[in-house]
């Protein structure tokens, strides 16, 4: 007799179960599949999802149109998304299902569970460019390690350009951060935030080319052009070979012009002490010639310049 009471009172149990904890398939239907990122303000591409109590059609994830709108089901307007927060827009569809007599005192939640709208890009003197969401806090720092760091021949600056919030879509704003100070010396001011829509440019340092009775000649990269010097040229090139010229020549472009200008200087007073070092700008080209007094054309020094650019031969980087 025990036994039948026993059976008879299993099924009734196992309802029970079921009326309290629900069906595999109802949790795993009302458990969120995509984990929601850290609330922020909303913008185009980006996809939400939306959860609506016993509204199975608004629970689901919605794309934010390039409007910056939501088309969801049911509802006869639209639901402006972009700018907002998922808070925003919480109260933004309880509201419109309200006065559209949808649904009496609904239930809304959402959050967003993918980012399209806050991309920074990372391009230039960096060993891997990249482009990225800028998820939750994002600084300078954290854009060049996404980017793996600095390349060998990065300048001395970064330049940070923001879009302008206007509706013409002017020219960006470009914040030049110098190196040294945001890596070197650690200076938080330099480590910006980023917020999205963000281009990180690192250009290229400047070069020098030294050519003629050196060493070693080639192209040197350099980090600031204010402090390189035709002595520390030479030195970059291994020293001068025996028989070199007291006179050597410096062939500079200047801007808005196709020829580069021929300057002579004293080169044996400098290695003597007995003249001031002659500072060297980005692409110069130093020539020392031989005890002959022969030198070459600028033409063709420039094909040298380049052939040595081109294979990168002799690359160093300032510091």
């Known amino acids: 007799m025990k036994q039948v009471v026993l059976l008879l009172f299993l099924p009734f149990l196992a309802v029970s179960q079921l009326a309290e904890h629900g069906t595999p398939e109802l949790q ?29 059609e608004l629970t689901r994830n919605f794309r934010v149109s390039h409007d910056g709108t939501l088309a969801l089901p049911l509802l006869k307007a639209r639901i402006q998304a972009a700018g907002k927060d998922p808070s925003e827009i919480e109260s933004d569809l309880s509201d419109a299902l309200t006065k559209e007599q ?3 005192n609904p239930v809304v939640s959402a959050a967003v569970v993918e980012y399209r709208s806050v991309p920074v890009s990372v391009m230039g003197a960096v060993k891997r460019p990249i482009t990225f969401q800028a998820v939750g806090p994002v600084t300078l720092l954290d854009a060049l390690t996404r980017a793996e760091g600095l390349s060998a021949d990065a300048g001395a600056e970064i330049l940070v350009t923001r879009a302008r919030d206007t509706p013409d879509g002017g020219p960006g704003l470009v914040q030049r951060v110098p190196v040294r100070g945001l890596i070197d010396d650690a200076d938080p001011n330099l480590n910006i935030r980023l917020h999205g829509g963000e281009e990180i440019r690192v250009p290229p340092a400047g070069r020098v080319y030294v050519l003629g009775n050196v060493k070693k000649s080639g192209a040197f990269a350099i980090q600031d052009g204010n402090d390189t010097t035709v002595l520390k040229a030479i030195a970059l090139s291994e020293g001068l070979l025996p028989y070199a010229n007291k006179q050597a020549y410096i062939y500079r472009r200047e801007a808005g012009k196709n020829n580069r200008d021929e300057i002579p200087i004293e080169l044996s007073k400098i290695m003597d002490r007995k003249g001031a070092d002659v500072r060297l700008q980005a692409n110069d080209i130093l020539y020392i010639p031989d005890s002959k ?27």
């Open 28 to 56: 795993q239907q009302q458990t969120p599949q995509t984990p929601s990122l850290p609330e922020q303000k909303v913008g185009p591409g980006d996809l939400i999802s939306l959860a609506v109590a016993n509204c199975p």
């Open 102 to 104: 949808i649904l009496v």
């Open 293 to 319: 007094g022969r030198k070459m054309t600028a033409q063709t020094l420039e094909r040298i310049a380049g052939f040595g650019s081109a294979t990168g031969s002799g690359l160093l980087v300032f510091r």
